[in-house]
């Protein structure tokens, strides 16, 4: 019977000694070799997606037909740490995809200024700040990213307001909205904070309105004054617009991702602070709501010398490693990955505001066009500028100044001081 | 075979027999469990890569996020003895055969099946503000209740459901167990007019120590290493980072945050912990199991 | 006799309603992968209007099941036979042997249960690519195996030792070696147990997704769970599919257990005549 005990040692051994052995042949992906580059996102699985990677693909080949590309989807939520770990041994994709912000610029040190290689498309493109450090620009945008407030212009119609003239004034808005849940019973704002993520959207969905353009623009540039009037109102309207009953019930505890977005779309709600990509967007809500009901306004003025525009950023972009083999493919593979044709079709089928801003939309839907034509004037959104950690703790702040546990204040305090030392 | 040879060989058996375990644990368990903590003791970001000795445990420890995540742990491990009396009591209750145990048997294992994922998003809608369970308790007149929203209540709920989500397993384990218990025991104290409280006290607790002490282990390894997928799409470590767990303080700072050595340091920090409560859990159970 | 009649039935009353919350989740999770997208989010609780089978296949096609079941397939029957043999051997070892260091062998094993997967996930990358396992079966199993070895060591260990000792005396006295008491006494009168943990075992290598990406960094090497949580996505707004992706990952270990928990019972009672 010793046998058995020894088969099976055995058999370890040679599990192990069969795995180095066919470890040898079988190409590895993380660090791709001369010929071939092997890009991370976690898109390129998707249906949607299918046609733009195929474009980028088919582009790529006609300048480096001896190059294969892999790519590799991973699962979102575990892409950050699984980048972490990639980065951490040296060994991981040639290319890979970032959200615009604090994410990439967590993480330059393991990638590749391309700046010499992507300067033909700077002008063709837009939302490089986002993945700029320093001067330096580490991707090349995809998508923009941005919070304009959708509204449902049907509602605004049984409530007899005029669809085509939103508010332009905090006061009116207020006022149009107290019509519309008189007549339809619909909230003012469909809410999701559970993520922590509702701040965000308001804060940067509204900030155009309540601060003056000079202390919007101080903040971008990293001069933030968390005591000034304008940043606590923020805070106190955010507090404010939920204690008056405007949001739908349970804002806490409403997942942004995709339960707040359901509100408006089952027409619970009359406003939402939504996106420009990817989901929460024109396409989206035109899919429930009918394309000529889905309206796009800017911020209604909050305080009195502010002039509202579309907050924008770079949304997602590519990035090439440091330890690329060959800097150059890797950087006209991003190229591939912005070109207009393969933007074109990320556009049409992915439901995106592409980074090409020469793009054709009208066949989108009214919604896309208003959003296109303002981005010329947009500015970065406020929550964008703001570090990683800066963030997540305005979520938690955020909840608390929901439950009524914390002051404004008190919050912009604690704000301020992880911003400064961020 | 010559004898003496095969006393050698007897005498080797039991090492030959651990051996293959003992190898794999120690090259690719306890081996790179070294080595990460040896990294817990560098710097993130800038310092990467430089010795900064005790910073990451400092940092830890000023974070009130991670407090509140060892409040949490604190909590958890008051709760654990729910976790484990309630799969053990149903196994109970199908070892003496109530009528369906065959049915409960086959069916209890199913939320085990289904991913994290999917058993988060069904009580997501469950316990919404405006859910189900909120018009049922509305009906009887108790006032909605905001399981997810209310700091004081979401750490309860995530941990119900994963309590939920998961006594399929410990019940399997159980159900093991009983293989070794005397059946014949049993027998003689319901013969003997015990009640049921009494046979499960006396006998059955008794009989099954050694299993009550593995799955007591391996449900606090349960709540404090696989609660992120629940906690994840139920919470997102809120409200107000209420439901903080280190498993998700540690997922946050390793991929969110880009802070893989601060990320080292707590769950070298849950390590201890686990460690420590395991080993305590396993010695009172040890003795109190020599009591009887 | 009657009373106790009453009371078996005052416990079955909230078993049975366990049972109906515990087969709820499936029958939702059914429902919702019968729906199209825009039901699901108009009204999550609703029946299906109509059947939408094609989620289902949406759901085979775009996670690659085809392939990944097979990868799944092949990496946890591996994975679980070793831990199985590998655990039981060692199982019995510390749980019955008596030899010298016994007791710091399983403290080993024991501590090695309490190390969360973050903190050698890294290092543990590591040690695999340069032993060049990294995006190998082999390396995959190894790695499975060495995760849930001290689960099973101790289960094995905690089972063993409340196998009454005359047993073993018994079959030493009628002239087996060790190895033959493992495998003529120990193997089946573990089964029950060796059952059970195999099929938890096997539960966790199936719906595991962080080893997997992190040993198997090429696409097409991927195991089943992998495929499926690419379905959600970033928003996760496509529910329908993602259920129709869960369920059909779930049947196969649903199928397993069905039929291996009628044999872990038929353990538990062979168990208790022989006792």
Request: proline share 5%; glycine share 10%.
């Amino acid at each position: 019977m010793k046998q058995r005990a020894l088969w099976s040692a055995v058999l370890v051994a040679a599990l192990a000694l069969a795995g180095c052995g066919s470890a040898a042949d079988s190409g590895s992906s993380s660090g791709g070799s001369a010929g071939k580059l092997v890009v991370w996102d976690w898109k390129s699985g998707d249906a949607s997606a299918a046609s733009y990677i195929e474009k980028a693909k088919a582009d790529f080949a006609k300048r480096h037909p001896g190059v294969t590309v892999e790519f590799v989807a991973q699962p979102f939520e575990q892409y950050y740490t699984l980048l972490g770990a990639a980065i951490q041994s040296g060994k991981g994709p040639d290319v890979m995809l970032f959200n615009g912000g604090g994410q990439i610029r967590d993480r330059v040190d393991a990638l590749l200024p391309l700046d010499q290689y992507v300067d033909e498309d700077k002008q063709r493109l837009a939302g490089w700040d986002a993945f700029t450090k320093d001067g330096k620009v580490y991707a090349a945008p995809v998508t923009l990213q941005g919070h304009p407030i959708y509204y449902n212009k049907a509602l605004y119609q049984r409530a007899g307001l005029n669809p085509d003239r939103p508010a332009t004034s905090w006061s009116e808005f207020v006022a149009n909205c107290a019509a519309i849940t008189k007549a339809t019973g619909a909230k003012c704002f469909a809410q999701g904070n559970k993520e922590g993520i509702g701040i965000q959207f308001f804060m940067s969905g509204l900030g155009s309105g309540i601060l003056s353009p000079r202390e919007y623009d101080d903040w971008v540039a990293g001069k933030r004054d968390w005591n000034s009037p304008g940043v606590k109102r923020i805070f106190a309207l955010w507090k404010e617009v939920n204690d008056k009953g405007l949001n739908n019930d349970g804002a806490n505890s409403t997942a942004m991702f995709n339960d707040a977005f359901a509100v408006f779309q089952s027409s619970k709600a009359a406003h939402v602070i939504g996106l420009m990509s990817d989901i929460g967007h024109w396409k989206d809500f035109a899919e429930f709501l009918e394309a000529g009901n889905v309206g796009v306004m800017t911020s209604p003025v909050v305080n009195a010398g502010t002039t509202p525009s579309l907050p924008y950023d770079g949304g997602i972009g590519y990035a090439v490693a440091k330890w690329t083999k060959d800097p150059k493919v890797a950087a006209e593979l991003v190229r591939s990955l912005t070109s207009a044709e393969a933007l074109k079709a990320f556009h049409a089928d992915a439901g995106a505001i592409a980074s090409d801003t020469t793009i054709d939309v009208s066949s989108a839907g009214p919604a896309v066009a208003t959003i296109v034509s303002e981005i010329k004037d947009g500015k970065p959104a406020l929550h964008v500028a703001l570090s990683s950690k800066t963030v997540d703790l305005m979520g938690r702040l955020s909840q608390q100044l929901l439950s009524g546990s914390i002051t404004v204040d008190k919050a912009v305090e604690q704000l301020a001081a992880t911003d400064q030392a961020g | 075979m010559r004898p003496g040879t095969g006393r050698r060989a007897e005498r080797l058996a039991p090492y030959v027999l651990v051996a293959p375990a003992v190898l794999i644990i120690v090259v690719l368990r306890l081996w790179p469990l070294l080595l990460g903590v040896n990294f817990s003791f560098t710097g993130d970001g800038a310092l990467n890569g430089t010795a900064v000795g005790l910073d990451n445990y400092r940092d830890l420890l000023d974070d009130p996020l991670f407090r509140t995540a060892l409040r949490n742990v604190g909590l958890l491990v008051l709760l654990l003895p729910v976790a484990v009396a309630i799969p053990g009591l149903l196994a109970t209750f199908i070892y003496l055969r109530v009528p369906g145990h065959r049915l409960f048997r086959s069916v209890y294992f199913f939320p085990a099946v289904l991913s994290p994922v999917i058993v988060g998003a069904i009580f997501n809608l469950l316990l919404a503000y405006d859910g189900p369970l909120n018009a049922v308790l509305g009906g009887a007149g108790i006032g909605p209740v905001d399981w997810l929203g209310n700091p004081n209540v979401a750490i309860f709920a995530v941990v119900g459901v994963h309590v939920w989500a998961t006594f399929g397993m410990a019940l399997v384990v159980f159900l093991a167990g009983f293989a070794t218990l005397d059946a014949a025991l049993v027998d003689a104290a319901r013969v003997d007019g015990a009640s049921l409280r009494q046979t499960i006290w006396h006998v059955i607790v008794p009989g099954l120590s050694r299993t009550i002490q593995f799955v007591f282990v391996t449900t606090m390894i349960g709540l404090l290493t696989s609660m992120f997928g629940l906690l994840y799409i139920m919470t997102s470590g809120g409200p107000e980072g209420s439901t903080y767990l280190p498993e998700y303080y540690i997922w946050i700072q390793q991929g969110q945050m880009n802070r893989p050595a601060l990320a080292s340091a707590a769950s070298t920090a849950l390590f201890v912990i686990m460690l420590v409560v395991g080993l305590l859990q396993i010695g009172l159970l040890r003795r109190a199991g020599r009591e009887d | 006799m009657s009373r106790v009649r009453l009371g078996r039935w005052l416990i079955a009353a909230p078993m049975t309603i366990l049972a109906a919350a515990t087969i709820y989740p499936l029958l939702f999770t059914a429902n919702v992968a019968m729906k199209t997208r825009r039901e699901y989010i108009l009204d999550r609780f609703s029946l299906a209007s109509t059947l939408h089978w094609e989620n289902l296949t949406t759901a085979w096609n775009s996670a690659g099941m085809a392939r990944y079941i097979l990868n799944s397939l092949i990496v946890v029957t591996c994975s679980v036979v070793l831990l199985l043999l590998i655990g039981s051997m060692a199982g019995f070892a510390l749980g019955r042997v008596r030899f010298r260091g016994s007791s710091a062998l399983f403290l080993v094993c024991l501590a090695a249960l309490f190390i969360p997967f973050q903190v050698i996930m890294v290092p543990l990358a590591r040690i695999m690519a340069d032993g060049g396992l990294i995006d190998t079966y082999p390396g995959l199993i190894l790695a499975y195996v060495a995760q849930f070895l001290p689960f099973t060591v101790f289960l094995m260990t905690s089972y063993y030792r409340a196998v009454p000792a005359e047993i073993i005396d018994a079959a030493r006295i009628d002239g087996n070696t060790l190895y033959g008491v493992y495998r003529r006494i120990m193997l089946p009168i573990g089964t029950p147990a060796l059952l059970s943990v195999g099929i938890l075992n096997a539960l966790f290598c199936w719906n595991d997704v962080l080893i997997s990406l992190l040993m198997m960094p090429s696409a097409d090497h991927r195991t089943l769970m992998v495929g499926v949580t690419s379905l959600r996505g970033q928003y996760s707004d496509d529910i329908p599919t993602f259920a129709a992706g869960v369920l059909i990952a779930a049947v196969p270990v649903l199928v397993t257990y069905l039929f291996l928990q009628r044999q872990i019972a038929d353990g538990v009672t062979a168990g208790a005549t022989k006792g």
